[in-house]
């Protein structure tokens, strides 16, 4: 820091990650510029700004948002916020997703962002210079316009750069053998917004991840016909009827017939790819060696910066976490870093730890595409990085009502999200069934 004044810092995206980090870069006037918040739509909240229309605009930019409409939290709101800005009591705990919209807006207008934020600003190209007095000898040219003009083209030099651009926007579809020879309705789940489109019809729904499962529940309250088709141990808890499980597509045969692993074959109304999304940063420049593999963004220490650049941070691309929370980790830890609190290892020890890191993660059994998955591993995630970093961990309490809800999820998918939960002190917690009588906790494996 000394001799450099004040960091000059530019955030990607506006959703909740984005707003955190412009939070906690706000929150110390001493060291930081205010941000330049860079934001490609006209509102803050990211991925969740339901719209209703799929594909583009009028203007022609994409539409990003894969937010239905019914959605509702599958995390209560007592661990889902960020932990200095809790939602307000008197709602239930999961939530519909317009009330995380004006949850992010309340949080923006709170701590100051939006006088920061420049909307329907594209983020064309992120590359590192070499400068003699920079932040260890690195500065960034960030390039902008408003994505379809480029004479509105604009270059602005910074000395940190946290790219959180989100990563639930470019649908990720499998390798199917044959796929293209489907004749009904092929569609991702990035396009669903409501189920009476499918009334009465026959769905097989690929994928039973959290959207999955959601999608699939929608769809029996219209009276569709849906096969759960996903490579996990068979879901133990009951499922509504009309909804069944078998295992997943495996081809497509030549007159459009689906074959599941089994042998089984099922000739759908519609296939719906469940099936998740992939990590993109078009902007970063080649050199800075960030790669995509099997669902893996590597190298990055820490899951957040690459040693050769550490003054890129690439937030929020762990999956299987508790979010916002994690964003507000995240961000602090990222301060530290900037700040000098916490030491940087050289760069060849980043790169030692990553190979050590991804080494242990392997010896348990975890395949490339599921290393950044931390799911109960989050938590362990989190503390080291406060502990590193010299700051607030998460209170106890948090953890383990998660987890607590995991149980309840698996346990009961039609019914989980009927319960409220109350927090009553750093370790405690009770919940409540719908009507209003408390619940035992369940029993959890030690995290």
């Known amino acids: 820091m000394s001799g450099l004044g ?14 955190c980090a412009a939070r906690h870069l706000l929150s110390r006037p001493e060291l930081f510029a205010p941000p330049v918040v860079y934001e490609q739509t006209k509102h803050v909240g990211g991925t969740w700004v339901y719209e209703e229309q799929v594909g583009k605009y009028k203007n022609g930019m994409p539409i990003y948002s894969s937010m239905y409409r019914d959605l509702r939290t599958n995390i209560p709101k007592e661990v889902m916020c960020f932990p200095d800005f809790p939602f307000e009591s008197h709602l239930s705990s999961f939530v519909h997703h317009t009330e995380i919209r004006k949850y992010l807006d309340k949080y923006c207008d709170h701590f100051k962002i939006r006088e920061h934020i420049q909307f329907e600003t594209t983020v064309d190209a992120v590359k590192p210079v070499k400068v003699e007095n920079g932040w260890r000898g690195l500065a960034w040219d960030v390039t902008s316009s408003d994505g379809i003009d480029p004479s509105t083209s604009v270059q602005r030099r910074f000395d940190a750069v946290l790219v959180c651009n989100g990563h639930f926007f ?51 309250n219209v009276n569709a016909q849906v096969v759960l088709s996903h490579g996990q141990k068979p879901l133990k808890g009951p499922l509504p009827p009309g909804v069944r499980q078998s295992p997943p597509v495996s081809k497509v045969l030549d007159d459009g017939t689906l074959e599941f692993q089994n042998g089984e074959h099922a000739r759908p109304d519609v296939f719906m790819l469940c099936t998740g999304y992939n990590f993109t940063f078009p902007f970063l420049d080649k050199q800075v060696g960030v790669k995509v593999k099997e ?140 009507q209003g009588q408390p619940l035992p906790k369940p029993l959890l494996k030690q995290i």
């Open 295 to 434: 669902h893996l963004v590597y190298p990055l220490y820490k899951f957040l910066m690459p040693p050769a650049f550490p003054s890129l941070f690439i937030v929020g691309i762990c999956r299987a976490i508790c979010p916002f929370p994690h964003f507000h980790i995240q961000s602090q830890f990222i301060m530290s870093v900037l700040d000098g609190s916490f030491t940087l290892p050289s760069q060849e020890e980043m790169e030692k730890d990553i190979e050590l890191d991804e080494a242990a993660r392997r010896a348990r059994g975890i395949t490339t595409r599921h290393i950044l998955k931390l799911d109960s591993e989050q938590w362990a995630y989190n503390d080291e990085l406060a502990r590193i970093g010299g700051f607030q961990p998460l209170p106890p309490y948090w953890s383990n009502l998660y987890e607590s809800n995991k149980v309840f999820r698996s346990q009961d998918m039609q019914n989980y999200k009927t319960y409220n939960y109350r927090v009553v002190g750093e370790k405690e917690w009770m919940v409540l069934g719908p």
């Open 170 to 220: 470019d649908p990720y579809i499998p390798a199917i053998p044959g796929l293209a020879k489907y004749t009904g309705s092929l569609m991702h789940s990035h396009t669903y917004r409501s189920a009476e489109p499918f009334a009465g019809k026959s769905v097989v729904v690929l994928g039973a991840g959290l959207s999955g499962l959601d999608i699939a529940m929608e769809l029996a």
């Open 6 to 19: 004040r960091l000059r810092v530019a955030v990607i995206g506006a959703g909740a990650a984005g707003l």
